[in-house]
């Protein structure tokens, strides 16, 4: 299903391809937002809400014509609902072959312990 | 701050959700893949082919008389994770571009910059118009 929305200069707002994968400190986001550069994304978390954009700059040079495109046009954009289990101050952000890296750390209450048994 | 318990903890499987239902992302490539869009000036072409997560080293580009191939595989991570989301394709690509005329080998440029590879080509000399001379009669 195809997901695309019109802002107000008629640009397509586009949803980023994302993976989410959890492991025992963290869970990592990875969205693919090609075109993007580091300056024209913008992350904000508020309350449980996870909000990422990311402007991409048109390329229309003078000397050439578009002859044939099928790469989707437009901005990203895209919502996350954010559980509470996670540590709001320690989320780091990588921009890397078009790919953005989310890494939301776990709050260290539901991080995993190793339990020790004492013996007796 | 509320934390989870351990009960409800279990009832947020999917902690990390879409607001909207039925958001499913833009699916690149409907008609191949990689996704290009494809300039065209009288000298020169421009390609610009979309590859979040590919690298340089997995990638590929072959000129034979009017066609570029793009190809390559895009590698999915290893690691000890469990996916809550998985929407990103991986393996090996394959796409060809017919151009318009020939073009110079040696001139290609390819540069990847945010997951876009930039292909600059120019006209190969012997496809460009010649003015044939008129020789004059003595």
Same mark, same amino acid.
């Given at each position: 299903?195809?997901?695309?929305q019109? @802002?107000?200069?008629?640009?397509r707002?586009?949803?980023?391809?994302?993976?989410?994968?959890e492991?025992g400190?963290?869970?990592?986001?990875l969205m693919?937002m090609?075109?993007?550069? !580091?300056?024209?994304?913008?992350i904000v978390?508020?309350?449980?809400?996870l909000e990422?954009?990311?402007t991409v700059? $048109?390329?229309s040079p003078?000397?050439?014509?578009? !002859?044939?495109?099928?790469?989707p046009?437009?901005?990203?954009?895209?919502k996350?609902?954010?559980?509470n289990?996670?540590?709001? @101050?320690?989320?780091n $952000?990588?921009?890397?072959?078009?790919t953005?890296t989310?890494?939301?750390?776990? $709050?260290?209450?539901?991080k995993?312990k190793?339990i020790?048994?004492?013996?007796? | 701050?509320?934390?989870?318990?351990?009960?409800?903890d279990m009832?947020s499987?999917?902690?990390?959700?879409?607001d909207?239902?039925n958001?499913? *992302?833009?699916?690149?490539?409907?008609?191949?893949y *990689?996704?290009?869009?494809i300039?065209?000036?009288s000298?020169?072409?421009?390609i610009?082919? #979309?590859l *979040?997560?590919v690298? #340089?080293?997995?990638?590929?580009i072959?000129l034979s008389?009017?066609?570029v191939t793009? #190809?390559?595989?895009?590698?999915?991570?290893?690691?000890?994770?469990?996916?809550l989301?998985?929407?990103?394709?991986?393996?090996?690509?394959?796409? #060809?571009?017919?151009?318009?005329y020939?073009?110079?080998?040696?001139s290609?440029?390819?540069d990847?910059?945010?997951?876009?590879?930039h292909l600059s080509l120019?006209?190969?000399?012997?496809?460009?118009?010649k003015?044939i001379e008129i020789?004059q009669?003595?």
């Amino acid at each position: 299903m195809r997901h695309e929305q019109e @802002n107000s200069h008629n640009e397509r707002i586009l949803s980023p391809i994302t993976d989410v994968y959890e492991t025992g400190d963290n869970y990592t986001m990875l969205m693919e937002m090609p075109g993007v550069e !580091k300056e024209d994304l913008n992350i904000v978390l508020e309350d449980e809400s996870l909000e990422v954009r990311g402007t991409v700059q $048109a390329f229309s040079p003078e000397d050439l014509n578009l !002859k044939y495109s099928d790469r989707p046009a437009g901005s990203y954009y895209r919502k996350f609902r954010i559980g509470n289990d996670i540590d709001r @101050n320690s989320i780091n $952000a990588k921009l890397s072959e078009g790919t953005l890296t989310l890494t939301l750390n776990k $709050a260290e209450e539901v991080k995993p312990k190793k339990i020790e048994i004492t013996a007796h | 701050m509320v934390r989870n318990t351990v009960l409800n903890d279990m009832f947020s499987l999917g902690r990390i959700v879409d607001d909207f239902l039925n958001t499913a *992302p833009e699916r690149t490539g409907r008609s191949g893949y *990689p996704s290009v869009d494809i300039f065209e000036g009288s000298d020169t072409i421009e390609i610009r082919a #979309s590859l *979040p997560g590919v690298t #340089s080293d997995d990638l590929d580009i072959e000129l034979s008389e009017k066609t570029v191939t793009i #190809s390559g595989e895009k590698k999915e991570p290893a690691g000890d994770f469990d996916y809550l989301r998985r929407e990103r394709i991986f393996g090996k690509f394959t796409r #060809s571009v017919e151009l318009p005329y020939r073009v110079e080998a040696e001139s290609i440029k390819a540069d990847l910059k945010n997951g876009v590879l930039h292909l600059s080509l120019a006209k190969s000399e012997d496809a460009k118009p010649k003015k044939i001379e008129i020789r004059q009669e003595a």
